[in-house]
DNA sequence: CAGAGCATGTAAGAAGTTACATGATTGT
DNA sequence: ACAATCATGTAACTTCTTACATGCTCTG
């Protein structure tokens, strides 16, 4: 029934389910476009197939609720959909958990020095803002849900908040190595 | 010439290019085998087709050096493709960049509950174990390149050593939270 | 009742993964 | 000379993206 380790994206539906009660693709969708990492895109080519695989291996049920209309397909999760979600979330967990994260900007300052220096110091300024923009949201955000008591998402923003000053921080002694030259 | 807009793939193995003179694809492909992400996996699948198409699109060249042998090509940056590296560069930048980097770790904590506290107290050592390795690989590696002048690596590693600290400061919070009910 | 936008998909294509095949070189 | 490993690929498959199609619902 459960063949290879779930994704990241599968485990993560499957931990929707088991949170939020039945849920239609379009629901889950939503969860993923609203979220603040853009990682998650929510693409519809991405959950409507991804849905009706879960169900053909019998992680999810479903059930249509067709009032005469548009057919309205609900999911939830089954016993085995429960065991998965769990041999997804516990160890051992895999390489890239520990390892450094994807940094789109880190990556870049990899090979600054191609840039001229003006072209440089537009790079930097630009990072810092971006990010310093983010952050400003994050608090926000952060203020919100507080507020809501939802735990999880209270510490899910702020491992954001904390992984987004450090970037912040990096930027900061990057910049006062690059103009002390 | 240029179509859309680089992967970072693309970019990355264009800036490698710039960086390392003229490259075979096993090369470019070790490089990012020995990369302390696990994003860059180096495959043979991913690398060879690539540089095929980077050739197609004018941004590298190539010769083959056939001594007799099994053809050897070595790919070196064009005009184009040092002009497509500074655009991969420049600002402006992908969304992605400045937004909350994906983390397989936060993205499983938001689901903790979904396990038994013993099983949830087992998740956190592991995962505090796993940074902290890695963080001291991190550490010699840093005092490594350090001494080998390397500054763009040096920059990174920095980089990654802030990120995954980060991480860490993140998971004594959340055990210090979880312990407290 | 017309248009906006919500909701449910599908199709074609891009990009990467795993697994395989095979030639060349090196160490013992 | 034989095995191990370095090096150069290819093929099939998976997963996601972009773009499209289409039905339903609500609002002015």
Request: no cysteine; aromatic share 8%; hydrophobic share 40%.
């Amino acid at each position: 029934m459960e063949e290879s380790p779930l994704t990241d994206l599968e485990g993560a539906v499957l931990g929707l389910l088991w949170r939020s009660g039945p849920l239609t693709a379009y629901q889950i969708r939503t969860e993923f476009l609203h979220s603040p990492t853009s990682h998650w895109s929510g693409s519809a080519g991405a959950i409507y197939p991804l849905m009706r695989r879960l169900e053909e291996i019998g992680l999810v049920g479903s059930e249509e609720e067709s009032t005469g209309r548009r057919p309205r397909r609900r999911y939830q999760l089954t016993a085995a959909g429960l065991a998965a979600l769990r041999g997804w979330l516990a160890p051992p967990h895999p390489a890239d958990a520990y390892t450094v994260l994807f940094d789109p900007l880190r990556t870049r300052i990899l090979f600054l020095d191609a840039l001229d220096s003006a072209a440089q110091r537009l790079f930097l300024e630009e990072a810092e803002a971006g990010l310093e923009r983010h952050l400003q949201e994050l608090e926000e955000i952060y203020r919100q849900i507080q507020e809501s008591g939802d735990r999880p998402a209270v510490l899910a923003t702020r491992a954001g908040i904390l992984s987004t000053r450090a970037r912040l921080q990096w930027l900061a002694e990057l910049r006062a190595a690059v103009s002390e030259d």
